[in-house]
């Protein structure tokens, strides 16, 4: 946690940490959960890719659950094929606002029968599409809690210090990785540098 010069933002951390934040918070539409009933809110993505939080209501909406490998096929089916779009413009507008993308092998490992299985994970489009509903919806809190002064418990994290080399190679995407500066938590809003978002809020998971 990064504490606030301001007394008040203190208090407000350490009431967050005493009594954490409602669970209707931490639910979106967006979800590739276990079927189950959530409370949700409407999340809108603008011409230039700005996510805006559109409406908060009391109600449910029913989840279904896709694997990965059921929305793979199901991408150019309703709702994934709208969907889609929107999200890529919500990655452009964190592009041009300095994002960065870390593209780093990641392994998936199981033991099954006794016998270890390591299993390289790709970057697929519905990984992407996942990755970028979670940000969208958690820019899109972060904004509105930042209009309605809500206390939140924002993640930053400042810009990169130095001078990295530019390129898509391993040994690039590790230089920019080292480079980073670590996240913190903030309870007033602040940039986090790495996803190019002037508020976030970590308020779901895929």
Do not use: W
Request: hydrophobic share 40%; net charge negative; aromatic share 6%.
């Amino acid at each position: 946690f990064k504490k606030s010069d301001f007394k008040i933002d203190n208090e407000k951390l350490k009431m967050l940490l005493k009594i954490g934040l409602p669970s209707s918070v931490q639910q979106v539409v967006v979800s590739f959960y276990s079927p189950k009933y959530i409370s949700a809110c409407s999340i809108h993505i603008d011409t230039d890719g700005v996510p805006t939080l559109e409406k908060i209501c009391a109600s449910n909406v029913r989840v279904e659950r896709l694997t990965y490998e059921d929305a793979r096929l199901r991408m150019n089916e309703s709702p994934l094929k709208e969907i889609a779009p929107l999200l890529e413009r919500f990655k452009e507008y964190r592009r041009k606002n300095g994002a960065l993308f870390i593209r780093m092998p990641e392994v998936h490992i199981a033991v099954r029968d006794n016998d270890i299985h390591i299993e390289p994970l790709e970057i697929t489009p519905e990984r992407e599409l996942v990755a970028n509903a979670m940000l969208a919806a958690g820019a899109a809190v972060a904004d509105f809690a930042v209009k309605n002064e809500i206390p939140m418990p924002f993640a930053a994290q400042d810009p990169v210090d130095e001078e990295v080399s530019a390129g898509e190679t391993l040994s690039a995407m590790y230089q920019l990785r080292r480079a980073c500066t670590p996240g913190y938590i903030s309870v007033t809003a602040e940039p986090h540098a790495g996803l190019g978002l002037s508020a976030y809020v970590r308020v779901t998971s895929p």
